[in-house]
Nanobody
Framework: VQLQASGGGLVQAGGSLRLSCAAS????????MGWFRQAPGKEREFVAA????????DYADSVKGRFTISRDNAKNTVYLQMNSLKPEDTAVYYC?????????????????WGQGTQVTVSS
């Protein structure tokens, strides 16, 4: 599976962006998907995850209520809708896919990673 993230950009605080992650291959619908982010000088951190069926989602406390993860298995795409953006949301955002069915907040649970898309939120 190859993952291609897009949709990043520069936005003012309080604004919105929608990230997309397009997957190649016919097994996308069998993978749990996650979004992670990494700011300069910091470790990669969990943002959100969605189960293979879309029936279960999970969010980091820092984004809960502002971000929404969703997926369209017919389009082999997972999305991250980001609202009420804050300067501290500035980072490179990565999508990831995995089939461990557990510990979706951990980077080691994912087998495939996209190349990342930059999100910059100005104050």
């Amino acid at each position: 599976v190859q993952l291609q993230a897009s949709g990043g950009g520069l936005v003012q605080a309080g604004g919105s962006l929608r990230l997309s992650c397009a997957a190649s291959g016919r097994t996308f619908s069998s993978y749990d998907m996650g979004w992670f982010r990494q700011a300069p000088g910091k470790e990669r951190e969990f943002v959100a995850a969605i189960s293979w069926s879309g029936g279960r989602t999970d969010y980091a406390d820092s984004v809960k209520g502002r971000f929404t993860i969703s997926r369209d298995n017919a389009k082999n795409t997972v999305y991250l809708q980001m609202n009420s953006l804050k300067p501290e949301d500035t980072a490179v955002y990565y999508c990831a896919g995995g089939s461990t069915r557990t510990r979706l907040r951990a980077t080691y649970s994912y087998d495939y990673w996209g190349q990342g898309t930059q999100v910059t939120v100005s104050s």
